[in-house]
């Protein structure tokens, strides 16, 4: 009865929503104003599919006017009885479709970010989550973070791998995958995860652009670009003189670089040691299982030599690192010990390479066993029974061998060649 004839006009329909009393009022042709209290109104239409009555809101009545809301209301009719086609399922599809693309479009940080929180438990140690946020940070989010993971493509996985990067001590400027060909190799591979995730996720479709299936068709492989000459690591003969002029230097930086070559530690361990860690009346440094390369906690025996050095470092209330960085609460960085060398003038050393320097010696000027020169540069030797073995039974002999380096360390020049015949 109430589609017989129009029953609205604006003045009316200004006088009802002012008024604000719930209930419906009818115009023409299905549509309906319908009330629901001051300042809430809104266009609906009614119409029958297959002898179903069904009803489809219009939009706001702040919104739309009627002359509006009949227009729409027309079109409904028309798309209904020309085209047979249910216009609220085609809405609902519409929304549904629309909701499904605003759920695929994650940007690749969010994806990367979702792909960290679902797997990091399930790897070895804490610093390799570590490397992997920090190889985020540094080459793969300032180029393709911001991009939704639907969209990236051959060309962006590209950006990453060919961007610029500067130079390094060690390794020249130039593009990403030819300078620095080993870390680019990981950076690729962790894009590639993070797309294979958005893909099981139902964020992206389509071949991953970061598989090696197709970047393999346009850089090539990385066992095929030549190596980047590092600087070289200091012949052993040399260091009693290079030491003597590391002593010579005051601040934090050289006394760091002292205890790392003592100890034979890598940098970042170094640096990222902790007072909470050091037993001065044992005199050993327990590196824990997170922050070592094999996952494994380390024990380093202290020689008299570096005891001294740790007597000798500044403190900081509160803070918890050995070697403390300028700002209250950090660690020293790896740069400060790079500008030690520079300020040395031995730029064509690298902090790592002394680690080599110690193995050279040992192999050449003592008679240390094999396993027991590894065991001190925490390499893994033996299996895992032997490994549990030879935590214990080699303590006293890595004792010997570091008091040993460290008064190689302390040695005149002239004792560079003197051979230490230790067999116990």
Not at 242 to 270: C, Y
Not at 340 to 350: F, H, I, P, S, W
């Amino acid at each position: 009865m109430e589609d017989a004839a129009v029953n609205l006009t604006a003045k009316k329909v200004a006088r009802l929503i002012s008024k604000g009393d719930p209930g419906n009022h009818y115009d023409g042709k299905g549509l309906r104003l319908e009330i629901r209290g001051p300042s809430a109104a809104s266009w609906t239409t009614r119409y029958q599919i297959d002898g179903v009555t069904k009803y489809m809101g219009l939009g706001s009545a702040s919104a739309f006017t009627l002359a509006e809301a009949r227009e729409r209301n027309r079109r409904l009719v028309r798309q209904k009885l020309a085209d047979k086609i249910d216009p609220l399922a085609v809405r609902n599809a519409e929304r549904s479709a629309q909701a499904a693309a605003a759920r695929k479009a994650i940007t690749f940080a969010e994806a990367a970010k979702a792909f960290l929180a679902g797997n990091e438990s399930g790897w070895r140690n804490a610093k390799h989550a570590a490397q992997w946020r920090a190889t985020l940070a540094t080459y793969i989010e300032p180029i393709i973070g911001s991009l939704s993971v639907a969209d990236i493509d051959v060309t962006h996985v590209l950006k990453v791998l060919e961007q610029h990067v500067p130079a390094k001590l060690g390794y020249a400027a130039g593009t990403f995958w030819n300078a620095r060909p080993e870390t680019a190799s990981r950076v690729r591979g962790r894009v590639e995860a993070v797309l294979d995730w958005a893909t099981a996720r139902q964020h992206r479709v389509g071949d991953n652009p970061a598989s090696w299936r197709t970047i393999g068709r346009v850089l090539p492989a990385p066992g095929k670009i030549a190596k980047v000459e590092h600087h070289a690591a200091l012949p052993y003969t040399e260091l009693p003189a290079f030491m003597a002029a590391l002593r010579a230097r005051e601040g934090v930086a050289a006394q760091a670089l002292a205890f790392t070559i003592m100890t034979a530690a890598r940098t970042n361990e170094a640096l990222g040691a902790r007072w909470d860690e050091i037993d001065i009346h044992k005199k050993v440094w327990t590196v824990p299982a997170s922050r070592m390369k094999a996952g494994e906690t380390h024990v380093v025996p202290l020689s008299e030599a570096a005891i001294a050095l740790l007597d000798a470092l500044p403190r900081e209330r509160g803070a918890e690192f050995l070697f403390i960085g300028r700002r209250t609460g950090t660690r020293l960085s790896e740069t400060a010990l790079i500008g030690v060398l520079g300020r040395m003038r031995r730029t064509d050393l690298t902090i790592h390479g002394f680690r080599s320097t110690f193995r050279d010696w040992a192999a050449e000027q003592t008679s240390f066993p094999h396993d027991v020169c590894e065991m001190a540069l925490a390499h893994t030797v033996g299996d895992a029974s032997t490994r549990a073995y030879r935590r214990t039974k080699l303590l006293p002999k890595r004792r010997q061998l570091m008091d040993t380096w460290a008064a190689y360390c302390a040695s005149p020049a002239s004792a560079a060649g003197d051979v230490v015949p230790i067999r116990k």
